[in-house]
């Protein structure tokens, strides 16, 4: 049995959900179908989770939400119309649903927003189970709570509770049969619906596959590979055909795209391959993920990702290395303001902290840094908002001599300021610190020195 997940590009109208019929029908181990909900069907079109988000702040602000909830329904009413269905059946059900968002009583703000988000992906799985069945299709909508999905921690960053695995073990499937889940939600102790992190219908999907023991997680996309560097930096990169957990992992973190660095995890716990496809090219065989000993490595570096998110803190202070507990009485100030850091890099007398901006706000950075004056009084203190990382990775670099020395030597011929040079322990990355307004030209620097 396959688990599939398909994205909100594939599920944006009629025939995109026409493909994804096909793709079903084409494998009859595909029974396990994870939905997102639909996206943009044009440029400058708008997100179903993006309109759902906006009739959550008029409910807040009591504004009228007729106009809202009647643009939400109609996007699924023209995937039900595309495919002649007689739509009576599940529309008035699917426009109660959302009516009854704004009527609701929520323990907080989080989860009232945690509850509008998911139903984009809980009314379409609804829909289009509806339409498979209208189809002739033994298919059936099946709710995270039904497969005995728990979440645990914020509404709006959940995890899902590990009892969740032994509860999905006794879920069991005809075999004819196709389940519709949604993707990105499941619900907490108190029945209140939460929502993962990043890729939250990456995740459920990786859930599934682990929870009801896939053979394969096939994970439908726009994209026909995951390539060894974005195409939006150099044109026509090298597809990878197969790919480790831990390099998917390494690079995703940095800005690949495809997953994010969480969303593996169930898969990666259980072994479970990962097959990234193109909902728009099926025939492709696209970039397969695995675990470290079904590959064999023939290309040193295996992909570049990049990203911009990032902020440095650079502290210089004459005989730091001397001073004993200096690098706790720093965590503890970023401990204070609630802040996460995600390098830290060090010398004699220097130290930098590299945050991700996404996750903090602007004022807890200016109080941290605050703090740091007031507290631990550096002779240079220096705070730089426009930073990028590059990683560089491939299961080939363990055996690579002078891995480093070869990344860095064109970049320097290249005049391109490194400012932070990190080798991962697992010997299978290196991570690059720079301004971001050079990381482009470095990434395309590396590219081509290893391609």
């Known amino acids: 049995m396959k688990v599939i997940k398909f994205g909100g590009t594939s599920l944006a109208d009629g025939p995109q959900l026409e493909k994804v019929i096909a793709i079903i029908d084409a494998d009859a181990t595909r029974q396990v179908v994870t939905v997102s909900a639909p996206g943009k069907r044009f440029s400058g079109d708008t997100k179903v989770t993006d309109l759902l988000l906006q009739y959550a702040q008029a409910a807040i602000n009591g504004d009228d939400t007729q106009a809202i909830v009647a643009e939400i329904a109609a996007r699924y009413q023209a995937i039900a119309t595309y495919f002649h269905v007689d739509s009576t059946a599940i529309m008035p059900k699917i426009i109660e649903q959302l009516q009854h968002l704004a009527k609701q009583h929520y323990p907080s703000y989080d989860y009232l927003y945690a509850a509008f988000a998911g139903h984009g992906e809980l009314l379409n799985a609804q829909l289009i189970a509806f339409i498979l069945q209208a189809t002739g299709h033994n298919a059936r909508f099946v709710s995270p709570k039904e497969l005995g999905m728990q979440t645990t921690g914020a509404p709006r960053a959940a995890t899902l509770a590990e009892i969740s695995y032994q509860k999905m073990a006794w879920f069991t499937l005809a075999s004819d049969e196709i389940i519709v889940v949604p993707g990105f939600f499941a619900y907490d102790e108190h029945g209140y619906m939460n929502t993962f992190k990043r890729g939250g219908s990456d995740i459920t999907g990786a859930i599934l596959a682990r929870g009801l023991k896939a053979t394969v997680y096939e994970n439908f996309t726009d994209v026909s590979s995951i390539y060894a560097v974005s195409p939006k930096i150099v044109a026509n990169p090298a597809p990878i055909a197969k790919m480790t957990y831990r390099e998917m992992r390494e690079l995703a973190y940095a800005g690949f795209a495809v997953f994010s660095d969480e969303a593996i995890v169930p898969v990666i716990k259980a072994g479970i391959p990962i097959n ?176």
């Open 276 to 451: 990234v496809r193109n909902t728009n090219e099926p025939a492709a065989p696209g970039t397969l993920i695995v675990p470290e000993n079904e590959i064999a490595t023939t290309h040193a570096i295996t992909g570049i990702a990049s990203d911009d998110r990032f902020a440095t803190l650079y502290l210089h202070r004459y005989l730091l290395n001397k001073e004993i507990g200096f690098t706790r009485r720093l965590l503890d100030i970023l401990y204070r303001h609630g802040i996460s850091y995600e390098h830290m890099p060090t010398g004699i007398d220097d130290l930098s902290i590299i945050f991700d901006k996404s996750l903090t706000s602007r004022a807890q950075f200016e109080a941290m840094i605050a703090g740091i004056r007031t507290e631990i009084q550096p002779d240079i203190l220096e705070w730089h908002t426009d930073y990028a990382l590059i990683m560089v990775v491939g299961e080939g670099m363990q055996e690579m001599h002078g891995a480093v020395a070869n990344i860095i030597e064109p970049l320097t011929e290249a005049g391109i300021n490194i400012s932070m040079v990190n080798q991962g322990a697992s010997r299978i990355s290196v991570m690059l610190g720079l301004p971001a307004d050079q990381v482009d030209a470095a990434v395309k620097v590396i590219y081509e020195q290893v391609y």
